[in-house]
């Protein structure tokens, strides 16, 4: 099978090795993928693919493929190809950047809180306008950025007093004032300036002017010319830090130093990094409607004409361990989390422009409330997802919307008509609506939720059932959405056809759900596991169906 939770898109080789080895398991009953499979080797968008297995026996699946350059032209089209292949729920890269020396040291590794394309604009005689278009990241996905600590990570190690001195002795051989550095207390913490000073003073490599200001002296510019030099491998471990930013990106490569002033001066004040890539892929994900991206880079460099690839090798590996870490975190947490905080995630995500509402329902055969007739089902295959397209939906519209949406949940569903399934639920119908998304040729959308909410509402007060309509400006895209909802479902039980009106049934994250496309509104129901069995939620489908029609 070839869909997977997570694609990776790196931009280099190198860049995709590192991210291989970041998510390889290093020791035994470890997180990590245990073997890396090669895909479609020899076609326009290989990739290697893997299990990655945590602790506990969780598990998610994640594809690294990248293009055969670097920059967006090249990023875009295999990101695109193989979010259409492997239907992602999630799009990230890792790989390197150039850092914003006032905010990001050396082997920094950048977390992107926006991106954009900084060259796309137009050109005059006199200046470059700029007109850009941000992508920003999730905020959830953002504050758990803001709060991650790289320490215990293969590439962070804590700086010795050696560390120091050559760090120190760098900066003043690049005329780099080190007191005002952005990493200077991780290499000279608290109480520790004067005393290594003197220390690094009494050893001849640093003397002080006549203001005081530390001065590098011939031996120290013959050390760190050796040092550097010899470096080959360049570091191994270093005290990074991560940069939670904005970053920028452009069509070409960088070496005038000029270009953080120029960035400032377009809008972005404290712009941290640019690379080639990552607006590319946060539009790839935006457009394609991938349920999340990000971007996570090491800075190897600071765009001035002194650079080199020193410190690539490390960017790049730092990056891929710092995305992994965070994926293991987030993506797992969001697919594998306690039934009870599934909810709260599911109605985190109706709240983004990119949700309808989320929809359940699993069904084998469904018997109509207060019919005699019974409904005798044509039962698809779940693995074929052209099934879910096999039949024509009706092109009337509900008799109850022809003048719009509802406004309130008894005009979707009452509790009365609840009770006879669920019994007595407490608390009452609460009503949330979305206006027009152009971007989803949408016009409108109501979620109810039925029921008391579970005790964790930090995304939204989540119920044991919800119900959903989205009306959209045609029937063929209220079938597109259901398909793009189809294609990355958990586990899809079956398509049911009644009167040509295709319902799906599938199982994702503790919830039984079902969506249905009725000319152009989709419906959906979303039924906590707990709250009832299939059986149960084919009924409450039933009640919706039968309330929308009369």
């Known amino acids: 099978m070839d869909h997977v939770d997570i694609l ?11 991210a291989k080895a970041a998510g390889r398991v290093r020791s035994p009953g470890g997180p990590g993928v245990g073997h890396w499979e090669e895909c479609d080797a020899g076609s326009s968008a290989p990739f290697w693919r893997g299990e990655y297995r945590v602790g506990d026996g969780r598990v998610w699946t994640v594809a690294v493929a990248r293009p055969t350059e670097m920059g967006g032209r090249q990023a875009a089209p295999i990101a ?26 050396l082997g920094d590794v950048v977390v992107a809180a926006m991106v954009y394309q900084w060259d796309e604009g137009r050109h005059s005689p006199s200046r470059f306008e700029g007109d850009h278009r941000q992508v920003l990241l ?4 953002l504050r758990a950025a803001q709060d991650f600590n790289p320490a215990g990570l293969p590439s962070f190690g804590l700086a010795t007093e050696d560390d120091a001195m050559l760090w120190l002795l760098e900066r003043l051989h690049q005329n780099v004032n080190p007191r005002e550095h952005p990493a200077r207390n991780r290499y000279f913490p608290d109480g520790e300036w004067e005393p290594r000073l003197d220390r690094f003073e009494a050893k001849g490599l640093i003397a002080r002017d006549d203001r005081g200001a530390v001065v590098i002296t011939d031996a120290g510019a013959g050390l ?19 940069l939670v930013a904005p970053m920028a990106s452009g069509n070409t490569v960088m070496k005038d130093g000029g ?9 972005v004040r404290k712009i941290a990094a640019v690379d080639m890539e990552a607006a590319a892929i946060a539009t790839v994900a935006r457009e394609l409607q991938v349920a ?19 410190h690539m090798r490390f960017a790049a590996r730092a990056s891929a361990e710092v995305l992994f870490k965070l994926l293991d975190q987030l993506v797992v947490a969001d697919q594998y989390a306690p039934v009870e905080s599934v909810a709260r995630r599911a109605m985190g995500r109706w709240h983004r422009a990119t949700m309808i509402g989320l929809i ?27 099934n879910t397209t096999s039949a024509t939906p009706p092109t009337t519209v509900p008799s109850s919307l022809r003048l719009g949406l ?26 949330s609506t979305d206006g027009e998304n152009e971007q989803l040729n949408r016009a409108g959308k109501i979620t109810c939720q039925y029921g008391r909410a579970f005790r964790d509402t930090r995304a939204g007060n989540v119920a044991p059932l919800i119900v959903g309509i989205s009306d959209y400006t045609d029937a063929s895209m209220a079938i597109k959405r259901r398909d793009q909802y189809v294609t990355g479902a958990g586990t899809v039980l079956s398509t049911t056809t009644r009167n040509g009106i295709i319902f799906t049934t599938y199982v994702e994250n503790g919830f039984i759900m079902t969506l249905w496309p009725t000319g152009k509104y989709l419906f959906s129901v979303m039924l906590y596991a707990e709250t009832g069995d299939a059986a149960t939620a084919s009924l409450i489908a039933d009640a919706v169906h039968r309330h929308s029609v009369r």
């Open 360 to 386: 359940g329902i699993a069904a084998g055969a469904i018997n109509l409330i207060g019919n005699s007739a019974h409904w005798a089902p044509t039962t698809t295959p779940a693995t074929s997802p052209s």
């Open 259 to 267: 270009i953080w002033e120029q960035l400032a001066g377009m809008g």
């Open 138 to 141: 999730d905020p959830r996905w």
């Open 8 to 18: 990776i898109i790196t931009a280099l080789p190198e860049e995709l090795e590192a």
């Open 406 to 431: 509802p406004a309130n949940c008894d005009a979707v569903l009452t509790l009365a008509e609840i009770t006879p399934v669920l019994g007595s639920i407490e608390g009452e119908p609460r009503v």
């Open 224 to 242: 760190v010319r050796r040092r550097i030099y010899g470096d080959v491998d360049g570091p191994q471990q270093l005290p990074f830090r991560v």
């Open 292 to 310: 999340h991206w990000l971007v996570v880079k090491g800075v190897m460099d600071h765009a001035s004409p002194d650079k080199d690839d020193r």
């Open 80 to 105: 695109t190809s193989l979010v259409n292949h492997l239907r992602p729920k999630y799009l990230a890269m890792c790989g390197v950047c150039a850092g914003n020396p006032a905010y990001a040291a």
